[in-house]
């Protein structure tokens, strides 16, 4: 086994001592001890552990299984006979424990397993690290208290807020207002095990403006989070409303040729009708031409009163 440089957490400096003995014997060494976890955390980058054990007190297992994740490095929590019981009722089998006293190969054994797990661990975190820091996409881990747990770069890209801003304040805040109320519905969806597919809204820029964001999202409801993706589609948006204008222009437009095209305009001293391509024709012309009307010609009261009547009775005058 490699020499491995662990860190101690216990309060019991007899304890203590003998599990330094103990890992000694095995060639590993003990580089710093502390009474509390909360000493150890502060300074455990500064230390140069490689694992930490941890002691556990009455009442600590549940506590800690939720608190590991906190830890830079792998955690073996140390545990008395007596709170063995404890362990399975609420750790879920997430903890690497040792029962003290145990034989020098159950602790080489646990300290090998926490090592591996580490390096899973880290593993992973390096690969997903690697994944959201290189994604085009906006990545985010939502809690569901609201606010975002972790957040890629590319939203620093994309809104200008800084990650630690974006993480400040509640997600909604963000959101504009005109889009919270079905956006805190479609949350509500999700956290209850629906999934936010193709959904879209709009996030604040910190130069004032908003951008369109289009949302896939799922739940962890035991983690207590959401896992979702968005896209910008800002100039998608903005290409779509600059077709849709262009439609209604040129739907006016078309609108505007019919009604010039119901206009005829006509001489208001020959009555001739220009056609559309600046001729001039009569009306009778005109109308034979557009339509299959045939004239026939006579004479209205009108222009009998007015016009013939006065001509017969001058001719008859002569």
């Not at 009455?58 to 906190?70: H, I, K, T």
Request: aromatic content about 8%; glycine content about 6%.
């Amino acid at each position: 086994m490699a020499n491995r440089r662990i860190l101690l957490v216990d309060s019991d400096a007899h304890s203590a001592l003998a599990l330094e003995q103990q890992v000694a014997a095995l060639g590993c060494e003990v580089v710093s001890r502390f009474a509390t976890e909360r000493e150890a955390m502060e300074a455990v980058i500064m230390s140069g552990a490689q694992l930490a054990f941890i002691r556990l007190g009455p009442g600590d297992v549940l506590a800690s299984a939720d608190g590991q994740a906190n830890w830079p490095i792998p955690v073996v929590y140390i545990l008395s006979e007596a709170d063995e019981a404890a362990l399975g009722r609420t750790s879920g089998g997430r903890l690497d424990v040792i029962v003290l006293p145990a034989t020098n190969r159950e602790l080489r054994a646990i300290i090998e397993l926490a090592m591996c797990r580490g390096d899973v661990v880290h593993a992973v975190e390096t690969a997903e690290d690697s994944f959201f820091a290189s994604s085009i996409d906006l990545l985010c881990f939502l809690g569901f208290n609201g606010h975002f747990n972790r957040l890629n770069p590319a939203w620093e890209r994309t809104l200008g807020f800084t990650r630690a801003e974006l993480m400040a304040r509640p997600f909604i805040e963000f959101v504009h207002p005109d889009d919270r109320e079905r956006t805190l519905e479609q949350n509500a969806r999700v956290r209850e095990g629906g999934q936010a597919l193709a959904f879209e809204n709009r996030y604040l820029c910190k130069d004032g403006s908003f951008r369109w964001l289009h949302w896939n999202a799922t739940s962890d409801p035991e983690g207590q989070v959401i896992y979702s993706m968005a896209r910008d589609i800002t100039a998608g948006k903005l290409a779509e409303e600059e077709r849709e204008q262009l439609v209604r222009k040129l739907q006016e437009a078309l609108t505007e040729v019919r009604t010039l095209r119901s206009i005829l305009p006509i001489c208001s001293y020959c009555r001739k009708i220009r056609d559309d391509g600046d001729y001039w024709h009569t009306v009778e012309d005109y109308i034979s031409a557009h339509t299959e009307s045939r004239f026939s010609h006579s004479i209205c009261p009108t222009c009998m009163a007015t016009e013939m009547e006065p001509q017969v009775q001058k001719l008859e005058g002569y």
